[in-house]
């Protein structure tokens, strides 16, 4: 018997960082962060009774419906950790076919999109082979997909998302993300991201290297305790609505991530002079029109532009007048908060 699966599932950008991890992909602290309505991943999986008895998952993978072997070693270690979890992994060898909304290597996470969609797939068919609903469904792909990439576990919900064991947040979890929407102001709901694409191309430094330059780095333990209690912090902000206040923390920590980059050994500057310049632009911007736009980073030189609904016009004026002249052949990804994944058979 076959069964098939398709989902789609966003990427997410973080207010919060993720950076730094323990034991099988436990966070060294709790992050935040939303979905993006314009960047997502499409996966399909189909699973057919396996006839042999290889231990090892089989399976095939065609990414815009070409085999892409380089992303072979990423998956087969996904699987081989998925498959003690769902059986489905085990007994069925699997035919994966992925693709995405958005281009590849433009900084946005592609593999928290593309965990969280074949994570959505693959309880979706162990939900069939069982035959029965599973009530805790997002929550359990939210732990698979946690697996395959850390922060892919926040995007199988809608809009924001919380992940890691935090005070301020009941029945949050190291172990699979939750959703917060509903704390959320209205005004943050209503966040519109234009992703600024000054550099394209491969990440210089991948996020496995990049967590692993915590283990040892001096500033580590510090950081964490920092990124938690802006996550304190974050949570009233939220809540409250305080625009102003949003835009002082949500830059602090995109500065401290890059700063954890910057200070490791051996040490990594992904910002560009471009990355500079717009940061520079951004605050004057704020500063001179009294309105709350702001930027976060990623691991990477590119920027989000970050701003509620209602000053839409003026600041794509000022993003078109000012901000992408910096940007590789005048590139930049228009994003709001996103509606979450969706179950497409
Ligand atoms: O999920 P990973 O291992 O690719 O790590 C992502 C880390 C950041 O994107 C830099 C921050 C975050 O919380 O998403």
Redesign the pocket.
Known sequence: MELKSTWSCPS???LV???G?KGLQLPANS?I?FVLSDAITTTTVLAKVKNDLEPEPQFSFLFHGEPQPSFHPKILKFLTVASEHLSIINTHILEIQSSNSFPHSSGI?S??SAMGALSLCLCSLQEKLDGEEDENFFRNASFLARLG????C?SVYPGFAEWGKHHSFENSSDEFAIDVNSIIHPIFKSLNDVVLLVETGEKSVS??A??GLLTNHPYAAKRFEVANEHLTLLQEILMNGDTDAFCRLVESEALH?HAMMMTSSPGFMLMKPETLHVIEKIRTFREQSGLPVCFTL??GANIHVLFPEHIKQQVMDFVHNQLIAYCKNGAYLCNVVGSGPNKLD
Do not use: C, F, P, V
Not at 149 to 152: K, M, N, Y
């Open positions: 997410n950008i973080a960082k993720y950076w991890k992050s962060s996470a593999s928290a990439s850390g922060s892919a926040r996020s496995t990049g967590h991530l990623d691991a």
